[in-house]
């Protein structure tokens, strides 16, 4: 613990494929999951005191899946993992294998499954607004519920537009099936394994595009 006056400079490495980082921003904590108890730590951010880490004994439920970036609430900015000291941000966007299909889909493809995506099972038009222009967009995607929530497996990686503009805003709309439904809470989540994912969905998401993350959300109360 650094009990002086000078700011602590801390720099960590991991071997890990993908780093275990979750925020939770309602007890402004952030943890950092090494996969071993004993390493394990949650840090908190004392505005007063500076920057403080402690032991965390949290439930592996709690690290089953990584949350490395949850939408802002309406009107509110996107957080970003603190990374103390070594950079103000830790960006948590990532980049598939298929990424450079995006621009021949976005022109050639789209255009035409957009018509079909609004009824087809799996599929759905998803409306959002720019976070920068304002302008409302309609992009087709696979969807897919499970309970309560709507997954979206980021077949590009998370780099792309309506995944920022999602989390930037909060929420967004789909139309699937005839039905229109709001959705809020975005949580961006890093997860190799795509756990909710359906077999053949997982097994095309990972081992063709290399898909690591997928977008999770709530529909919004009626």
Avoid at 69 to 95: C, N
Avoid at 176 to 195: C, K, S
Wanted: charged share 25%; proline share 8%; glycine share 6%.
């Amino acid at each position: 613990m650094n009990r002086s006056d000078v700011p602590a400079r801390t720099l960590m490495f991991s071997c890990a494929r993908v780093p275990a980082i979750s925020v939770y921003p309602d007890s402004a904590k952030i943890g950092v999951w090494s996969g071993n108890d004993a390493d394990d730590l949650v840090f908190t951010r004392d505005p007063c005191r500076g920057r403080t880490a402690r032991r965390a004994g949290t439930r592996r439920a709690d690290r089953d899946a990584t949350t490395r970036h949850v939408g802002a609430p309406s009107g509110a900015g996107s957080p970003l993992v603190s990374s103390w000291h070594v950079s103000d941000e830790i960006e948590p966007f990532g980049r598939t294998r298929m990424w450079r299909l995006r621009p021949f889909v976005n022109r050639y493809v789209n255009p035409v499954t957009r018509p079909l995506a609004t009824r087809l099972p799996s599929f759905a038009v998803l409306t959002h607004r720019g976070r920068k222009s304002g302008r409302t967009y309609r992009t087709p995607i696979n969807v897919f519920r499970r309970g309560d929530h709507y997954f979206f497996y980021l077949t590009y990686g998370s780099d792309v537009q309506w995944v920022r503009n999602v989390l930037a805003t909060g929420s967004c709309s789909i139309e699937t099936r005839g039905l229109v439904i709001e959705l809020v809470q975005p949580e961006l989540i890093t997860d190799p394994e795509l756990r909710p994912a359906p077999a053949h969905v997982r097994f095309v998401e990972r081992r063709v595009a290399g898909v690591d993350q997928y977008l999770r959300m709530r529909a919004a109360p009626a």
